[in-house]
Structure formats: C-alpha cells, structure tokens
C-alpha cells in the first residue's frame, strides 16, 4: 500500500490515470465475477428442477405452470413458447413444414437465452487480456518518469534509482492481480455455460420431437 501511495502522490497524469483504469477495471471485473457466478448456479439448479418436473406433468398447462413455478431466470420458459406459438397465416414461415418453422423458433430462442448467459464474458475476455499490458505501461511510464526527475536533480547512483524503479514495478504486478481473476472466471464460466447450453439444447430438441409427435397423432376416432 505503501508503494501505490507513493507512486500516487509522485506520479504524474499519466500514472494516476493507469492507475485509476486499473482500479476500474478490478472493480468491473470482481463485480461480474459474483453476478455471473450467483446468475449461473442459479440457472443449472432451475433447469435441474424445471426440467423433471416439466416432463413429469400430466398435460401442457401443468407443465407450463411447472416451468413458471421453476425456472426464475426465464431460460427455458422462452424455448416452450417458441414450441408452441403458432405462425401467422400470411407469412413466409407459415409456409414452411412444421419441423422447420420449429426448429428456426428454437434456434432464435436458444441464441437469446444463450446471449443472456454469455453476457458479461467479453468484458471478462478484454480485462484478462489487456490488464497486464496496461500495468506494464503503467511500469515503463514510470520509470522512464522517475529517471527524468533524478537526472534533473543530477548524482545519479544505484541507490537514487533502485528506489523509483522499483515502486514502478508495482504498476506490473498490479496489472497481473487484475488480470488473473478475470481470466480463471472466464474459463470457469465459459464452462458452465457450455454446460446450460448442452442442457437446453437437449430440453429444445425434445419440445420439438413432442411437438411434431403431437401434430402427428390423428385425434380420437380418426381412422385416417
């Protein structure tokens, strides 16, 4: 602390204001980092439960009301109603067989849960990745600042330099902490939602089989 201390009150512009964008950048990422991980284990235990119960319900109206009862982060609720709405007569995906007007309502639906849950990722991705380059920017900065003020003040010796130098380093390892976090959550994220992905995938599929099924049957009595 001390050493960021100093480098804050002897910097110049330049240094406070990596400084200050490293501190955003810690923030925004700790700050995705609790939000993703309390939103994703909230949704792998609401399509733990959601999904079962929906199966297990004796007609479509209880197993919709299952899935509202179950699914609080609207994940699998959008991919039933692209299952179930009906096309408008007039238009071009009315014309198209059933299967394929299914299966383009699933895949759009998917993509938008999918957008959901990705969100936040990039941001993830950019922190990782530019942080510690920022940091070392921060460091060349600085030192290249802390050389031009002992050579002003003349006698230059290994004692006067050791010591500006190396609380410009500080600036390095301080771009590393806010990189390492970010990169661990993005690759530990990026597989949990590749995980949801699979599931919804599988819960898509199988509206779409009931639903062709469904369309198949001949009602009672039609001997067609």
């Not at 490293?22 to 990422?29: E, F, H, K, P, T």
């Not at 198209?96 to 383009?104: C, D, E, K, Y």
């Not at 970010?182 to 994220?189: D, G, H, R």
């Amino acid at each position: 602390m001390d050493g960021l201390q100093l480098i804050w009150e002897q910097g110049d512009g330049v240094t406070r204001a990596v400084a200050l964008l490293l501190l955003l950048m810690s923030i925004s990422a700790w700050v995705l980092i609790f939000w993703k991980s309390w939103l994703l284990r909230r949704v792998r235990s609401d399509i733990g439960r959601a999904v079962p119960a929906f199966w297990a319900a004796s007609d479509l109206d209880s197993a919709r009301a299952q899935l509202v009862a179950f699914d609080r982060q609207q994940v699998l609720l959008p991919l039933l109603d692209a299952a179930t709405v009906q096309a408008a007569g007039s238009t071009l995906e009315a014309h198209g067989q059933l299967a394929s007007q299914l299966t383009r309502r699933l895949r759009d639906s998917l993509h938008d849960v999918l957008a959901q849950l990705q969100y936040g990722q990039v941001l993830l991705a950019s922190i990782g990745s530019t942080a510690p380059f920022i940091g070392l920017f921060g460091t060349v900065w600085g030192i290249y600042h802390a050389l031009l003020t002992i050579s002003a003040a003349g006698g230059i010796t290994v004692e006067r330099i050791a010591g500006p130098v190396g609380e410009a380093l500080v600036m390095t390892a301080a771009g590393l902490a806010v990189a390492i976090p970010a990169v661990l959550a993005y690759n530990i994220f990026g597989k949990r939602v590749n995980a949801c992905e699979a599931e919804l995938e599988g819960f898509a599929f199988d509206l779409r089989e009931m639903r062709l099924d469904t369309a198949a049957t001949p009602p009672a009595g039609d001997l067609r």
